[in-house]
């Protein structure tokens, strides 16, 4: 294959790989792409060093000898140029001060009932809960990632010089090379670890305790940036959701439907404020929600009323008021 049809394709797969639509067989198509020579990996590797630019100024030295030089193509170049033309359209935004980049924030969502796998540009993934969203921003010293509703589990590629942060409602959750889960609801934000250490802060903007986790434990923090207790949990059900299975443990009622609605068909209220801070624990399987609601009536003063578009959970009225 010519040299520019090859970086054509990197550069094709390059800009693919950061669309908000792309789809799973988009990606698996990518990947395929990357593993089926080294010359498609360096291809794509050197599109990337392009886009990103340089960390930092360089300092004048000698010039290396030709034999050790390091060599990007004129094709490179000419489909870099290409890539910054078509950003600058979309976004107007992207520009390079002093060797360092202004990021351009690409954006990640999921419909009701969908669950979502996203290939990021450095090799980590990110697996999308149903409703949920990310905001991703890659400069040349950080990696960043904002979780703005909902849950994901990161898988994150090893690159100390670049740590990757997940930053949800006020906190943040760094790892340089492991595999998490980040949830956010009503009662805060929940960092769950099920490979390596994750540092979890619960402000971004101001000097504050941090906890580490390793893996088979989880903290939650709050919106009043107050962090909780690290609580052990089994690592293999970090992102149980992934398989359709929803678990919680001692959670109210409340955030307990939040989550269930992201996943459910029919919309699903609570008209009791007392029912939402009732305490539950449990397992439930995103095909079996109704029948899991349905069964709640049997285990507690709850009633379930349905209609087309609703499930209400209401209290069940006691036999004096009948």
Do not use: C
Request: no cysteine; proline share 6%.
């Amino acid at each position: 294959m010519k040299a520019d049809d090859l970086h054509e394709q990197a550069a094709h797969w390059f800009l693919r790989l950061r669309e908000a639509d792309i789809d799973a067989d988009d990606i698996e198509a990518a990947l395929a792409w990357l593993a089926e020579s080294p010359e498609h990996q360096a291809a794509y590797d050197a599109v990337e060093r392009v886009w990103a630019g340089p960390a930092e100024p360089s300092p004048i030295r000698e010039p290396e000898p030709a034999a050790t030089r390091r060599f990007i193509p004129a094709s490179v170049w000419r489909v870099a140029a290409a890539i910054l033309v078509l950003v600058g359209l979309a976004t107007g935004a992207r520009f390079f001060s002093r060797g360092e980049e202004t990021p351009v924030p690409v954006r990640y969502a999921s419909v009701v009932g969908e669950t979502r796998s996203i290939a990021l540009a450095d090799g980590s993934t990110v697996t999308l809960g149903a409703a949920s969203a990310i905001s991703v921003e890659y400069a040349a010293r950080v990696r960043r990632v904002v979780l703005t509703d909902g849950e994901a589990l990161f898988s994150v590629a090893k690159n100390p010089a670049r740590p990757f942060i997940v930053e949800a409602a006020g906190g943040s959750a760094q790892a340089l090379g492991t595999v998490f889960n980040v949830h956010r609801g009503p009662e805060g934000v929940t960092v769950a670890v099920a490979e390596g250490v994750v540092q979890v802060k619960a402000t971004t903007d101001t000097p504050a305790p941090a906890v580490r986790l390793p893996a088979g434990t989880e903290v939650t923090y709050t919106a009043q940036a107050e962090l909780g207790a690290v609580r052990n949990v089994r690592a293999e059900r970090v992102g149980g959701w992934r398989r359709g299975v929803l678990s919680f443990i001692d959670r109210p009622l409340g955030a307990v439907v939040a989550d269930l609605n992201r996943y459910s068909t029919r919309l699903i209220a609570i008209d009791d404020e007392s029912l939402k801070q009732m305490r539950v624990s449990g397992s439930v399987t995103t095909a079996g929600i109704e029948e899991w609601l349905r069964a709640l009536q049997g285990t507690a003063a709850i009633e379930l009323r349905e209609s087309d578009r609703a499930l209400t959970l209401r209290k069940s009225p006691s036999p004096s008021s009948r």
